[in-house]
C-alpha cells in the first residue's frame, strides 16, 4: 500500500460528490476494502485515497474490517466483490490485448481507475482516460498529492460523451490508424439510448482491425421485485447514491447486435461465468440487481 496518508477533503462543490460522478467514488470504495482481503481479485492501493478525499465518501469502508457483515453485507460486500471481481477480469482483458501489441488503450468513463498507474504495461503503450471534468480534476489532485506516477504514457481528456469527443480524442493524439483497446466499465448504464448508440459507432470507425472493445451493460430494465433489491436500498439509503435515479431509463439499445451487424466478433458473459472461472465474487440470488448485468468483449 502507499504510504502517505489518505488525504483530507480536496474535493470542490459541485465536484466528483455530485450525481454520476459519485459512483466512481462507490467504485474506489469497493476496490479499497477489495485491496485488503486476502483473497483480494485486485489491488488498488490509491483507492482508498479517493474514498477519504470527498467529503462525501470520507466516512466510507476502505478496509474488510470496515465491513463487519463481510460478504453479507448487500452494498459493501455483495456489491463490492462485483467491483473487485469487475476490476481484475478487465485488468486482466487490458493487458492481454497490450501484451499481445495493441499500442493505445482508451478508459471511455474512466472515473478513479488508476489502471495507468497500476499495471505493468509493455513500454510504448499509452492510456487515455476520458470523463467529466470534475471528476478528473478530483483525480489529479489526489493523485498529485500523492506524487503518483503513471506506468504508461497517459492522457486525461476532459468530454462529455453526450456531445462531441472524437475530435478532442484525435486532438489529444489517438491515432485511430492504430488498433486500440476500448473499455466502458460502469458507463452505458448512466448514458441515454443514443448516446450509447453514438459512443459505439464511434468506437467502431475509429477501430483499425484487431482492435478490442469490452463494456458493461444491463440487458433491459429490470422488473420492480428486483428494483426492490437490497443492493439498491442500501446504496440509497446508506451513502445516498440513488443508482435507479442515475441509470439511464431509456430502453436500452442492443450494442453486442450492433457491433456484430459492423463485422465485428462479440462474446457476452455474465459475471457469474467469471466468479466460475476465480473461484471468488458474487453468487446468483433471489431478486439479483446483478442479474441483468452482461459483460461484453468485441473484436474487430
Ligand atoms: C460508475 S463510474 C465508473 C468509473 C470507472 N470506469 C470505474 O469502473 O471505476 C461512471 C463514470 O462515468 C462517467 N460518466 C458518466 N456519464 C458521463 C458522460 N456523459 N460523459 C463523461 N463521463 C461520464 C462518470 O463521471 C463516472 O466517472
Redesign the pocket.
Known amino acids: 500500500m502507499l504510504g502517505t496518508a489518505p488525504q483530507d477533503s480536496v474535493v470542490k462543490d459541485g465536484g466528483v460528490e455530485d450525481g ?2 459519485l ?2 467514488l ?3 470504495a469497493a ?1 479499497a476494502v477489495e485491496t485488503y482481503r486476502p483473497d483480494a481479485l485486485a489491488r488498488d492501493a490509491y483507492a482508498e485515497h479517493f474514498v477519504r478525499a470527498a467529503r462525501a465518501s470520507a466516512g466510507w469502508p476502505v478496509h474488510p474490517r470496515d465491513v463487519p457483515d463481510a460478504d453479507g453485507d448487500p452494498l459493501w460486500g455483495r456489491l463490492g466483490r462485483y ?1 473487485g471481481l ?2 481484475r477480469v478487465l485488468d486482466d482483458f487490458l493487458l492481454g490485448r497490450a501484451r499481445a501489441g495493441i499500442r493505445q488503450t482508451v ?1 471511455l ?5 488508476t489502471r495507468a498507474y497500476r499495471l505493468d504495461w509493455p513500454a510504448g503503450h499509452t492510456v487515455y482516460e ?3 471534468p470534475h ?1 478528473l480534476a478530483f483525480k489529479h489532485d489526489v493523485l498529485d498529492g500523492l506524487r503518483a506516477v503513471p506506468r504508461a504514457h497517459r492522457v486525461a481528456l476532459a ?4 456531445d462531441d469527443w472524437p475530435d478532442e480524442l484525435m486532438a489529444a493524439g489517438f491515432d485511430p490508424s492504430l488498433p486500440t483497446a476500448w473499455l466502458a ?3 452505458l448504464l ?2 441515454p439510448a443514443v ?1 450509447e448508440r453514438a459512443l459505439v459507432d464511434t468506437v467502431h470507425w475509429l477501430s483499425a482491425p484487431t482492435s478490442t472493445l469490452a463494456y458493461e451493460v444491463k440487458i433491459g430494465l429490470e422488473p420492480e421485485a428486483v428494483r426492490d433489491s437490497p443492493v439498491y436500498t442500501a446504496a440509497r439509503e446508506r451513502i445516498g447514491v440513488d443508482l435507479l435515479a442515475l441509470f439511464d431509463g431509456d430502453p436500452r439499445p442492443d450494442s453486442a447486435a450492433d457491433l456484430t451487424a459492423y463485422g465485428w466478433s462479440v462474446t457476452v458473459r455474465t459475471p457469474f461465468d467469471f466468479t466460475r472461472r476465480h473461484g471468488r465474487g458474487p453468487r446468483r440470488e433471489r431478486r439479483d440487481a446483478l442479474a441483468a448485468n452482461r459483460w461484453v468483449f468485441a473484436a474487430r
Open positions: 454520476v460522478g459512483t466512481a462507490l467504485v474506489a476496490r467491483f469487475r476490476t478508459l468513463g474512466a472515473g478513479l481507475d476520458v470523463d467529466q471528476v468530454a462529455d460523451f453526450r466499465e460502469g458507463l448512466y448514458l448516446a
